[in-house]
């Protein structure tokens, strides 16, 4: 092998390093998280975290927040925006956070067959959370949304192919399709280049993970179109997976900008629009916020938390209409 191409290898699988294995302090909950313990047999050895706004009625939807790698529960937080906007909107976040044990990194391990079927792993352990605090607070059952960054975005993907009839809507944010990977080595290539499957192919990966029929979660799709990390080409597998799963083509029926930026919606048979998709122009890989007090203002710029004059959280929760909850 050429050293080019030695140094190129060498070079994802630093990236890599950032969705598997290098050795973070443990970060501490965040004011206002409360730790939640006793929730089912928890297989992937996670733990759980909630943020509940004061005064929080029963019948309130819940949103599931995964965080990236090298982050926890207390860093997916309000430096993305979503305690800003369960707030304002009036719902309850529920924040899984992986632990050392599992993943050097703090990953989610979204390429592990035993963590990304249905019934085992760390996708089981989630399930059993989003449980507990619905039953806690009376959450609304068919208002169960989940959302991540990166190997957070990977395992949403993972939680809304292998508990479909759980969620209402999810949204990937600079993320991975469902079992783009099985091993290390094919998750260096997922990350980048790429992979690229039809959009049949994508979504019989989706149909075999469950028995579920339909119907079938919501999605939003974002990523930055200067994504060092995860190969912006995934946003692209990400909408053919989902659209094929809904039975819709790949031809947008929405094509218009949202603060500057490219915004795609896909809708099925029925008019509903059931797939849409962000394309941050110049973003690197993280999650996009707006700092400041306005009504679709939200975030705090962090490591992977970029300011970029768009708050991903606000335009997600009102694409799964919480907007009209608060």
């Not at 092998?1 to 050795?23: D, F, Q, S």
């Not at 603060?259 to 690197?284: A, Q």
Request: hydrophobic share 40%; net charge negative.
């Amino acid at each position: 092998m050429r050293l080019p191409m030695i140094r190129r290898w060498a070079a994802i699988a630093a990236v890599v390093a950032g969705l598997v294995a290098i050795p973070t302090p443990a970060a501490q909950a965040a004011a206002g998280l409360e730790e939640v313990t006793g929730f089912g047999t928890n297989p992937g050895n996670l733990r759980m975290f909630r943020y509940v706004p004061a005064g929080l009625p029963a019948g309130r939807p819940l949103v599931v927040a995964l965080h990236g790698c090298t982050q926890s529960a207390a860093a997916y937080d309000a430096e993305p925006g979503w305690i800003q906007v369960a707030e304002r909107m009036g719902f309850a976040l529920l924040l899984p956070q992986q632990q050392s044990a599992n993943n050097l990194n703090s990953c989610f391990n979204w390429f592990q067959p035993t963590d990304t079927a249905r019934g085992s792993g760390e996708a089981l352990s989630i399930k059993q959370m989003v449980d507990r605090l619905r039953s806690d607070l009376g959450s609304d059952p068919t208002k169960i949304f989940v959302t991540g960054l990166s190997a957070g975005g990977a395992m949403t993907a993972v939680m809304l192919a292998t508990y479909p009839e759980v969620f209402a809507a999810g949204a990937v944010v600079a993320g991975l399709p469902y079992r783009c990977a099985g091993t290390l080595f094919q998750a260096l290539t997922c990350m980048s280049p790429g992979t690229n499957l039809t959009p049949r192919q994508w979504g019989d990966k989706v149909r075999a993970a469950s028995r579920h029929t339909g119907p079938w979660p919501t999605i939003s799709l974002w990523h930055g179109t200067a994504d060092s990390t995860v190969a912006y080409s995934n946003l692209n597998e990400l909408m053919e997976q989902w659209t094929d799963v809904h039975g819709t083509d790949q031809t947008a029926d929405v094509s218009d900008t949202v603060n500057g930026y490219p915004h795609k919606g896909y809708r099925d048979s029925g008019g509903r629009l059931v797939v849409e998709t962000y394309s941050i122009t110049g973003m690197n890989h993280g999650q996009p916020i707006d700092p400041g007090t306005g009504a679709q203002n939200c975030g705090t710029s962090a490591p992977y938390i970029l300011d970029v004059n768009i708050c991903a959280a606000d335009h997600i929760a009102r694409f799964w209409g919480l907007d009209g909850e608060g």
